[in-house]
């Protein structure tokens, strides 16, 4: 198992390497955060069909790697603002995050006390999948 997680955090630090150094080069920040948040609903709808640890293992590769491509958001978004407001807006980020990291516990406390935990799951890919459109808008202007 260790070597499993060890082999796949390797590969997820190359992913998240070229994710960054493509998504400057190439200007393809959208396009990989739309993929990062794609790989994040699928990481989720497929924990809600998990019955072993080692399908949880295999998923955590699936995670990392949606992460990886994640990190092409806050590059777009630091992209959006003059350089002289980046302090500002890493502290806007942070609280936007710390938001929504407390809006999650609202559909927690729906299904886990339900232990409905597939339902969270499904739930969360579908909250995922509406942030798509916004990025699609955001890169047409």
């Known amino acids: 198992m260790g070597m ?3 082999l ?3 590969m997820i630090a190359a992913v998240t390497f070229l994710v960054n150094w493509l998504s400057d080069i190439k200007k393809a920040r959208v396009k990989f955060a739309i993929i990062g948040i794609s790989l994040h609903a699928t990481w989720f709808l497929a924990l809600s069909f998990v019955a072993t640890t080692y399908q949880i293992v295999a998923l955590s590769l699936l995670d990392g790697v949606a992460a990886a491509f994640n990190v092409s958001w806050f ?3 630091g992209d959006s603002f003059p350089r002289e407001q980046y302090a500002s807006i890493l502290v806007l980020m942070k609280t936007g995050l710390m938001i929504g990291r407390i809006a999650n516990l609202a559909p927690t406390l729906v299904f886990i006390p339900l232990a409905s935990y597939a339902s969270y799951f499904r739930f969360s890919t579908i909250v995922l999948l509406f942030l798509i ?3 699609i808008i ?3 202007k």
């Open 4 to 6: 499993v997680l060890a």
């Open 75 to 77: 590059a777009h978004y």
């Open 138 to 140: 955001s890169k047409r």
């Open 8 to 10: 796949s955090a390797i």
């Open 133 to 135: 459109p916004p990025y």
